[in-house]
């Protein structure tokens, strides 16, 4: 069974900066689209990035110009830079595929506040 382990999560400061890792446990980035989703409770998880097996990123207008998705298949890690930060932001994060394939991991929480 594939697990998704996601570090990096913390309190920031508006304005401010983290850095948040997903590693698998299996090498499944090499044959999928990855993606970070934001979860707020009372809410359904919200792909906010994703990266293509190609590199090609997308993300959710919210979070466009500020959050930066990229990938090391070698590694099997995904990373969410996530920069100019903002008290909406602050949620659980978790990566996936995209579509979602595998068990949710248990997340990491990124808390927004002065």
């Known amino acids: 069974q594939v697990e998704l382990v996601e570090s990096g999560g913390g309190l920031a400061q508006p304005g401010g900066s983290l850095r948040l890792s997903c590693k698998a446990s299996?090498?499944?980035?090499?044959?999928?689209?990855m993606g970070w989703y934001q979860h707020v409770p009372g809410k359904e998880p919200l792909l906010v990035a994703s990266?293509?097996?190609?590199?090609?990123?997308v993300y959710w207008h919210s979070v466009k110009g500020r959050f930066t998705i990229s990938r090391e298949d070698g590694e099997n890690t995904v990373y969410l830079l996530m920069d100019e930060l903002k008290p909406e932001d602050t949620a659980a994060y978790y990566c996936?595929?995209?579509?979602?394939?595998?068990?949710w991991g248990r997340g990491t929480q990124v808390t927004v506040s002065s």
């Open positions: 299996e090498n499944i980035f090499r044959s999928h689209t």
């Open positions: 996936n595929t995209y579509p979602q394939s595998y068990p």
């Open positions: 990266v293509g097996l190609t590199g090609e990123t």
